[in-house]
C-alpha cells in the first residue's frame, strides 16, 4: 500500500509533519519528527529511483483523475535523481541540526524552526514530483515562503538576517510573479497545465509570439531563483546571515531544485531544437555563465566571512550549471546533473564545516579560523577536503565534474570554454587558499580554548564528507545515473543530433 502511493507520500509526509512539530511544542520532539520524515524521504527516493530505472516513467494519477485533466505527480530518472540529493542533504541537515539549532534558535522558537523545515523540505520534494506547471508554481512558492521565514529565524543572533530575508522575499516574489505571468501566457495558448501536454500542443507553434513572451517570463522567474548572475543579489546575504543547517540546507538543495526546474522547461515543456530556444542557450545562458564563473571568483577571494566567501562560490558554481545547460548535448546534460549531485555534497560539507566553527567560536571571519587546524581538526580536515573538491583536484567529486564538462565544452569544439573551466578552478584555489591558510599557518588568538565540535555534529559532516571522496575515486556511479537522467529529460527529443542549435 505504502509502495503503491509513495509518490505522493514523499511529498505529504513532511507536509503533515509541520504541524506536528508545532503541536510538540517540546524542540526535542520537533526534531525527532523531522528527522523521522526526512529519512523517510530519503529511503522512498532510493526506491522511487530504482522503480523509474526499471519500470520506467511512474505517473501517479491524484484524485483517480487521469492527465492532463487532473494534477499528477510523474516521475523519470532525472526528478527521481533529484530527489535522492534533496532528500539526502535534507536528512544530513536535520541529523547535524540536534546541536546546532539550539545553539543559534531559541527554545521557544524551535517547533516553528522545523515546521518551517518541513514545509521548505515538501515544497523542494514536490517541485520535483510534480507533472503540472502550475503545481510546479506552488511548490515552489511553498518552499520560498518557508525558507524566507528560516532565513529570518537568523536574527536571533544577527539581526541583518532580516535585512536579508527581505531582499529573498522581494526578489523571490518577482521571480515567483514572472514565472506565473509566464504560465499565464502557454495557458491561453495551449488550454493545459500538464508539462508533458504541453510539449505536445506547442510542438508546431514555434513562430508563435505568445509562446516566445511566455517562454521568456519562465526563464526569468526560475533565474531569480537560481540566482543565475545577474539575478543573483539575494544568495550572498541569505546565505550568511541565515542559521547555519538553513544555509547548508539551501546551498544543497534550493538552487538544485530551481535548476532542475530549468532543465524540466527547457527540455520537456519546450524543446531545444526551437528556434528562440537554441538561441538562448548559445547566445544568453553560454556568456552569463562564463561571467558568473569569473567575476563571482574574483569576488570571493576579497570577502573576510567564509559564509560570504562560499556564498559567491555558489554564484560561480550556478555558472558551471549555465555552462553545461548551453552546450545542449547530452555531454553537457550529464555534467549538468552530475555537477547538481556533486555540488549538492561538496558545499553541503563545507557549510556544516563552517557551522562547526561557529559553534564552538560564535564567528565565521577568515580570522576566526586562525589555529584551528589544531584545536579542531576533524573540521578543518573535513572543510579542506571540501575545499579541494571545488577546487577539482583529483579523487574528489569537483574534478568529476570539471571533466566532464571539459569534454562536453570539447565535444563542441569549444576550446576557449574549456579553457576557461579550468581557469575557474584555479580561482577557486586561491579563495579558499586563504582559509586553509589562516587555519594551518597562522597562530590561533591566546587564550583561545577551541576544542572540536560534537560528534552529533561531525557525523553527518563526514558523511557527507567521505562521499566526497569515495564518490570522486569511483565517479561510475553518479556518471551512469546521471546519464540517465539527462537520457530522461531528453527522451522527448531522442530523434534530435547530438547537439542542437548554431
Known sequence: MIRQHLAILQVMLPMLCAPLCVFARRPVIAWLIATAATLFALAGSFILFAQALNAGVISY???????????????????SFVLIIVSLVGAVCMIYGRDSIPREIKSSDQPLFYTMMMLCFSGMLGVTSTGDAFNLFVFLEIFSLSSYV??????????????????????????????????????????????????????????????HVGFAFIIVGIGLKLAIFPLHLWLPNAYTHAPSV??????????KVALYALLRMLYTVFSPDLPFEALILHYLFLPLGLTAVFVASIIALFQSDVKRLLAWSSIAQSGYFLLGVSFANIGGLTATLVHMFNHAIMKSSLFLAVGCVVYRTGSCSVASFRGLGQKM???????????LSMIGVPATVGFVSKWYLVLAAL??????????IVAGSLLALFYFGRVIEAAYLQPSPENSAVTEAPVSMLAPLWALTISCLALGINSELTVSTARAAAEALLAPHAGLPAHMGP
Open 61 to 79: 494519477h491524484l484524485g483517480g483523475w487521469a492527465p492532463p485533466w487532473g494534477i499528477e505527480f510523474r516521475l523519470d530518472a532525472a526528478n
Open 150 to 211: 528560516l532565513v529570518a529565524m537568523g536574527a536571533g543572533s544577527d539581526r541583518r538576517a532580516l535585512t536579508a530575508a527581505f531582499t529573498y522575499l522581494l526578489l523571490g516574489t518577482i521571480g515567483a510573479t514572472f514565472f506565473v505571468i509566464g504560465l499565464g501566457f502557454i495557458y491561453v495558448l495551449t488550454g493545459t497545465l500538464n508539462m508533458a501536454d504541453i510539449a505536445v500542443r506547442i510542438a508546431g507553434m514555434s513562430g508563435s509570439g505568445t509562446l
Open 246 to 255: 538553513v544555509t547548508a540546507l539551501l546551498a544543497g538543495t534550493s538552487t
Open 377 to 387: 581538526p576533524w573540521t578543518m580536515s573535513a572543510f579542506v577536503i571540501g575545499g
Open 411 to 420: 565535444e563542441r569544439g569549444w576550446w576557449p570554454v574549456a579553457f576557461a
